[in-house]
Each structure stands twice: as C-alpha cells, then as structure tokens.
C-alpha cells in the first residue's frame, strides 16, 4: 500500500493535472454514458490507494448528488419524446430525456470527480509552486491560489462568526426561517472581515517585496522525476488511443 501511495502523492503536481486533462479529455471524446461513469469509480480506486478514499467520496458525493438529481428530473419530464420509459401517476418520463439525462451527468461526474481527486492528492503550495516552476508569474499565482482558498477559508470564518452570533443570544438553528433571519447577522461580519483580511494580505505582501523584479529564492521546492515521464507517456498514449478508437467508430458507422 505504501508504495501506491508514494507512486500517487509523489508525482509532480502538474503531471497530476495533465493527467486530470486527459481524463476529462477522454470522457468527452469516448461517446456514451457508462465511460464516464466509470471514471468515478476510477478515481475512486486512485484516491484509496492514495488514503484519501473517504474524503473524497463525501466531497464528491455532497457535491454531484443534488445536482445530478435535478439534471435527471428536469430532463426526464420535460423533454418528451414518443417512448415513455416510466409513468408515475400523472408524470411521464420520457426515454429520449432521460438518456440526455444520463449523457449530461456522466460528463459532469467525470469533471467533477477529476478535480476532486487532484485537490485531494494535491497541496494547493504545491500546485502552486508547479506553476511558478513552469515560468508562471507570481501574480498569477497568488490570484490563483487566493481563489481555491477562499472557500475554505470564507466557510471556516462563517463557523466562527456564527458561534460567536450564538454567545450573544442569535438563534442560528432552527428551521428555514429562522435560519434565513440569523443570515443577516453572520453575512455582514463575514464580508468587512474578507475585505479587511485582503487589506492585510497586500501589506503582509508588499512588505516581503512581492511585487520587486528580483530573482526569489525558496526554502521548499520540488522537482520532477523519472515517475512523471513515464506517467506523461502513459497518458498521451491513452489519450491517442481514445482519439483513434472513435475516429474509428465514426469511421465505421
């Protein structure tokens, strides 16, 4: 087990994100729906041989399941078509509908499930650090990095304005009213707080000479291996694959 995951984790961060390329690549060149299905389970298999089979199920699952839930209803019912797969009492779904349904989903699994597991086996320092390396300038970087952090961070800063609203006496729980009227009070605290955290950032920034031409120097760094090369040949080679079988089927037909 070690060695998957030292064979998964220990591959340089942009290797991982070609590969994510590759794989969204593939499920929109593969036709069909049980391909990109079947990348879900793919990256499932990935992440437990990675340790990170748990969050990244529950992410990927609180994520898609809604969703996919919608995509399926609305779909289903509301393009009709002269089959009718099912009728539930006075609602009809509709074949031609529901395999839309079922195209649609796939390819957005197979997206979303990608991106779930490179953020899983993936540090944002260094995805980061990978496009610094690659001659990405540090601006660019630092919007980038701001930007998959402020979730996180905006959601963990949430919890905390909440917990001190309850100190105070606001009723936070409860059903949806009384949720939508504690909204308020945790949403303007949360917004001057962003704003004021920015502000901070760009001093903290500007007094480590962010913005200075000068070459930077790091204390932590990473480097490519033999590992990479053979997992880009690998992947531009599935990718070919992919390309020449449906040139073939399109061909064929």
Known sequence: MSKRIDLVNNLYPTTKFIGVIVIILSAFIVPGWKYSYSIFFVCALIALGSGKLKSYLIITVNSLLVLILLIFLMQSILIPSKEILYKIGFINVYKDGFYQALNLSSKLVAFTSAFILFFRVTTVKDFILSLENIGLHPKVTYVIMSTLQMIPEMKKEAGVISDAQKTRGVETE?????????FVPVLIPLVLSSIAKTEERAI???????????????????KKTKNDTIAIIILVVFLILCIGWRVLTIWHF
């Open 174 to 182: 409860g059903n949806i009213f009384v949720r939508a009227k504690a």
């Open 204 to 222: 903290t920034l500007e007094s480590r000479a962010f913005s200075s031409g000068a070459k930077k120097t790091r204390l932590y760094n990473i």
